[in-house]
């Protein structure tokens, strides 16, 4: 069974940094990407960054330049630096992992707030 595990979410004040990592565990064949998604309250759960196998990344606009995804997709953990932190950025994040055949796994998720 596949598991993946967040940390590093909590309290940050605007313009601080935050570190989230996810690791999986599990055996998992044709693994595609490893990502991370944020859902804040009322809001559908969007695309943070993404990085591929072959490590091509994807950043949605709101966080490009900001925010730096890493991994090694072998050893399936991934990381995302965050910078420069806004309110706005407030959200519970989401690791998920994705394969060739489509299939997805996703982690319990970490709070992220960001206030003063």
């Known amino acids: 069974q596949v598991q993946l595990v967040e940390s590093g979410g909590g309290l940050v004040q605007p313009g601080g940094s935050l570190r989230l990592s996810c690791a999986a565990s599990?055996?998992?064949?044709?693994?595609?990407?490893m990502g991370w998604y944020r859902q804040a309250p009322g809001k559908q759960r969007e695309l943070v960054a993404e990085?591929?196998?072959?490590?091509?990344?994807n950043y949605a606009g709101s966080v490009k330049g900001r925010s730096a995804i890493s991994g090694d997709i072998g050893k399936k953990t991934v990381y995302l630096q965050m910078n420069s932190l806004k309110p706005e950025d407030t959200a519970v994040y989401y690791c998920?992992?994705?394969?060739?055949?489509?299939?997805?796994?996703w982690g319990q998720g970490t709070q992220v707030t960001v206030s003063s």
């Open positions: 599990g055996s998992t064949v044709g693994i595609r990407a």
């Open positions: 998920k992992m994705g394969t060739i055949w489509s299939h997805e796994y």
């Open positions: 990085i591929t196998t072959q490590g091509s990344t």
